[in-house]
């Protein structure tokens, strides 16, 4: 075989050429530490690592949203925290108030103190982030979500309720593929939607039938539900004097040193006069047809004038503004008035603190699911965390060069060049004139 001396350099040129692009691609990979520096040196391993890359990234995002989520509803914890102790104080005082050897003006300083209750109320229910958004106000964040009536002043007076401005969205943050965390609170939740009495009815004094007030000294407990089926169904079916506002009323009679009492449904008795013992239970059941059995409860205290009556209503929302309102008005009335006994008062004071209690219960629930969202935040971050890693492993394997055997091959790449260029000089220096 003849090989000619082009052939020659020409096939010398393009082995070194080859040989110093292998170096050249060694040592690149050297300097930046990855064994795929383009899609071609490894198409499959490329296309995945192209994936896990942007798994990672959005992992990374969803890690930064689960931290903002956090710090979000830590704000929010906090305010209810201090809601709750906010609440536990008014209703400290509330009790100590309803001791009637008060005097007024020991009532009016108590009244003086839930005013300013009042003010730190409204200060946490318009309580911002720091962007300046409400925390309380739904999805609409730039705009406060309660005032006062236009005739309302603090002090000395609250003569009208708070309004709210917000709605009852909740703005959602997503903190993984599949779980979008509320990071606020729809003040209509928490302040406005809190039931009455017991949550399910209200009991309240509603005056002797002789005109005025209660004129003994009974007094009505909030009452207890035994069966909520059968109350929704008796409030549903039962054919009410007043459909749109359905009421239970117990009016007592006294003649001959004996107390009885009957439920009214109206002006209309339906049951027959029953005898009355103090503290004992007064089942809500009707036995005039329809009878019917609300599965219901309550107990009243004390002696009962003749005539004097007490309601059963179906518990509708209060605003807990209204109901630190309220307080503040009870506290304000003179006592020992026909138009306002130390009967009536503790009937008042006991309804309101009812209300309180079932305000408190209201800021409990709200903060225990706040509570549950962030530890579901603390598990989501420790998922995140360990994906991460994951990720990170999986593309290091990928991706990141072995350099003991690069530095091994770069070695015998740059041997083998310094061979072909040796070689080359030796053979190109040969020719049939050399021994002529």
């Known amino acids: 075989m003849r090989i000619s001396t082009n052939q020659i350099y020409d096939q010398t040129a393009a082995s070194v050429s080859r040989s110093q692009s292998d170096l050249y691609k060694l040592q690149s990979q050297l300097a930046s530490g990855r064994r795929i520096l383009s899609p071609a040196d490894d198409p499959v391993a490329a296309s995945r690592a192209l994936v896990l890359t942007q798994s990672l990234e959005v992992n990374t995002q969803y890690a930064e949203n689960q931290s903002t989520a956090s710090s979000q509803l830590g704000l929010v914890d906090g305010q209810l925290s201090s809601l709750t102790d906010l609440l536990q104080n008014v209703r400290e005082k509330v009790v100590q108030a309803g001791n009637t050897v008060l005097s007024s003006s020991d009532r009016q300083a108590i009244a003086t103190e839930l005013e300013a209750r009042f003010g730190e109320l409204m200060g946490i229910a318009n309580s911002q982030n720091g962007a300046g958004d409400y925390l309380f106000s739904g999805y609409q964040g730039a705009t406060q979500p309660f005032a006062l009536g236009a005739a309302a002043a603090i002090p000395p007076a609250i003569t009208a309720p708070a309004t709210y401005s917000g709605d009852d969205g909740q703005r959602l943050l997503q903190v993984s593929a599949s779980r979008q965390m509320a990071i606020s609170v729809a003040g209509s939740d928490l302040f406005m939607n809190a039931k009455e009495g017991n949550g399910t009815f209200v009991a309240a004094t509603s005056g002797n039938t002789g005109g005025g007030i209660n004129q003994g000294t009974a007094t009505i407990g909030a009452g207890s539900v035994l069966d909520p089926q059968k109350w929704v169904s008796g409030l549903n079916s039962y054919p009410w004097a007043v459909p749109a506002s359905p009421e239970l009323k117990i009016q007592f009679s006294v003649a001959a040193g004996a107390t009885t009492y009957q439920l009214f449904n109206g002006a209309a008795p339906v049951t027959a006069a029953l005898s ?20 219901g409860q309550v107990v009243v205290d004390g002696q009962p004038a003749n005539g004097d009556t007490f309601s059963i209503n179906p518990a509708a929302n209060q605003s807990l503004f209204q109901t630190v309102e309220n307080l ?109």
Not at 276 to 295: H, K, R, S
Request: no cysteine; net charge negative.
């Open 276 to 295: 009355f013992t103090p503290g004992q239970a007064i089942p809500l059941v009707t036995t005039v047809a329809p009878a019917t059995d609300f599965g």
């Open 328 to 436: 503040i008005g009870i506290m304000k009335q003179p006592l020992g008035t026909p138009a306002y006994s130390n009967t009536e008062f503790t009937n008042a004071i006991g309804a309101q603190m009812t209300n309180l209690d079932q305000a408190l219960s209201n800021v409990g629930r709200v903060q225990a699911t706040v509570g549950a969202g962030m530890r579901e935040l603390d598990t989501l971050g420790s998922n995140a965390s360990a994906l991460d890693v994951q990720y990170r492993s999986t593309l290091s394997d990928l991706q990141d060069l072995d350099y003991a055997k690069a530095i091994s091959d770069f070695a015998k790449q740059n041997m083998s060049l310094e061979a072909a260029q040796k070689s080359f000089v030796k053979i190109s220096g040969l020719n049939l004139f050399s021994y002529l």
